[in-house]
């Protein structure tokens, strides 16, 4: 089993930034894969990044590389997601999940956060 708790999130107006956390705890190294998702009311959740608990890969969704950064903090179990010039289409419910398998597919991450609400204010 593996727990994630998101924090982080909150209103910001457009081109502001925000740092979304998510502490992780369980069996993190048996789920290798650490994913940010997202999900607009009305909307597919969709993937935004992700990165492993071990080596260097990481990968972004076209509509954020260059403006989010994803990291962790290996010390704490914690991954990070900071985000900048951040636009009202960013707007969403963030989450966190965990999976074996580093794949932009939600379906295949087992484990997931409760999310956290962005809102960019125009």
């Known amino acids: 089993q593996v727990q994630l708790v998101e924090s982080g999130g909150g209103l910001v107006q457009a081109g502001g930034s925000l740092r979304l956390s998510c502490a992780a705890s369980g069996r993190i190294f048996s789920n290798n894969i650490m994913g940010w998702f997202r999900q607009a009311p009305g909307k597919e959740r969709e993937f935004v990044a992700l990165l492993a608990w071990s080596g260097d890969n990481v990968y972004y969704a076209g509509a954020v590389r260059g403006r989010f950064t994803i990291s962790r903090d290996s010390a704490n179990n914690t991954v990070l997601l900071q985000m900048n010039k951040l636009t009202p289409e960013d707007t969403a419910v963030y989450y966190c999940?965990?999976?074996?398998?580093?794949?932009?597919?939600?379906?295949?991450?087992?484990?997931w956060g409760q999310g956290t609400q962005v809102t960019v204010s125009s």
């Open positions: 999940a965990a999976g074996p398998t580093q794949t932009t597919y939600a379906t295949r991450y087992a484990y």
